[in-house]
């Protein structure tokens, strides 16, 4: 009997989010410390199998009401049934040939849900990796991010951009364009210029969050994209500002200058915080940071930070700041599983 298992990590946005659904660019990187994890295994009918995150009994109305609010009514399985769909169409568009074998399929993530890790997004990577290998299917690793989109936006209605697939289906940090000169239309799908970076190049870095502060990427996705195409100048000029801001980061960062590494992730959170209405408790994370001596930024869209943090006083002070808010504080192991 075949057994598949895929993982696809945790997904930290370093410079320019979210200007990567906006014709920005970006530079994002992977983290092993969490991630999602698909097991696809052959069996006499296809089945997709409930994980222990989506819970159907509950010791009272209050915990399915907290369940709800956190997860949503249908948890990762809507996203693996999607994933499955998409995968599907594609191939047999494409003249795919696709053996009649079936199988079940489950996932399993230890990503913290709605903090801004894009624990969504590799949900779904992680499915299509383990549906290439079942089926042997070629598709080129620039495409598979836009294939995962198109799970989201076209199946689910999902506003989203490219950046957190782009990372996770490279798995190295990676320095994304998106402006419409650069985009390119690979197997009916755009796709951005990617160029992956030495993870050894990107200065000490720390990453935190809190699973009190929850929050869906909808509920900030969702207003911007209205603006942007209702033609809100803020929102116009931010993300041309972003852009422009991830185009001197990748030079800084190539050039070792860390001090100015570290400048550039609390202006790219200064001009979110122009653009956007921000949790405040969101804000408080940030401004902890900055008070122990870190920069500070979001990771995406939740209650995730990230910054620079280059000595163990800082980081000291910095996991004391942030731990009066709730939040764990880490060193994060960049790239892929040994």
Request: with cysteine; proline share 4%.
């Amino acid at each position: 009997m075949q057994l598949i298992q895929k993982r696809a990590n945790a997904r930290v946005g370093l410079f320019g989010n979210p200007s990567d659904g906006y014709g920005g660019k970006t530079i994002a990187t992977t983290i092993r410390e969490y991630y999602a994890e698909v097991t696809l295994y052959e069996w006499e009918r296809i089945e997709v199998v409930f994980s222990r995150q989506d819970q159907r009994s509950f010791d009272s109305i209050d915990d399915l009401v907290a369940d709800v609010r956190m997860h949503g009514y249908y948890g990762g399985v809507r996203l693996v049934k999607a994933t499955i769909k998409k995968f599907v169409e594609y191939c047999r568009r494409w003249g795919f040939s696709l053996h009649d074998r079936t199988f079940a399929v489950r996932y399993d993530s230890t990503i913290p849900r709605q903090v801004g890790l894009a624990g969504s997004s590799a949900i779904i990577i992680a499915t299509l990796r383990c549906l290439i290998e079942f089926y042997e299917v070629r598709i080129p690793r620039e495409v598979l991010p836009s294939l995962a989109l198109s799970v989201e936006v076209e199946e689910l209605g999902i506003s989203a951009g490219l950046q957190d697939r782009v990372a996770q289906a490279y798995d190295v940090p990676v320095f994304m364009d998106f402006a419409p000169e650069r985009m390119e239309t690979i197997m009916d799908l755009k796709c951005g210029t990617y160029r992956p970076i030495a993870a050894p190049l990107l200065p000490p870095l720390y990453v935190a969050f809190s699973d009190m502060e929850g929050e869906p990427t909808e509920v900030v996705h969702d207003s911007l994209r209205a603006r942007f195409e209702g033609g809100d100048d803020s929102v116009i000029e931010g993300m041309r500002r972003l852009a422009n801001l991830t185009d001197r980061a990748i030079g800084a960062i190539e050039a070792g200058e860390t001090r100015l590494v570290s400048a550039l992730m609390n202006e790219n959170f200064d001009i979110r915080r122009s653009m956007c209405r921000l949790a405040p408790g969101h804000v408080r994370m940030v401004e902890a940071a900055r008070d122990a001596g870190a920069s500070a930024k979001f990771a995406g869209s939740g209650g995730a930070i990230v910054g620079v943090c280059d000595d163990e006083a800082t980081f000291d002070k910095l996991k004391a700041n942030l731990g009066q808010l709730g939040c764990r504080v880490f060193r994060p192991t960049l790239g892929p599983a040994e």
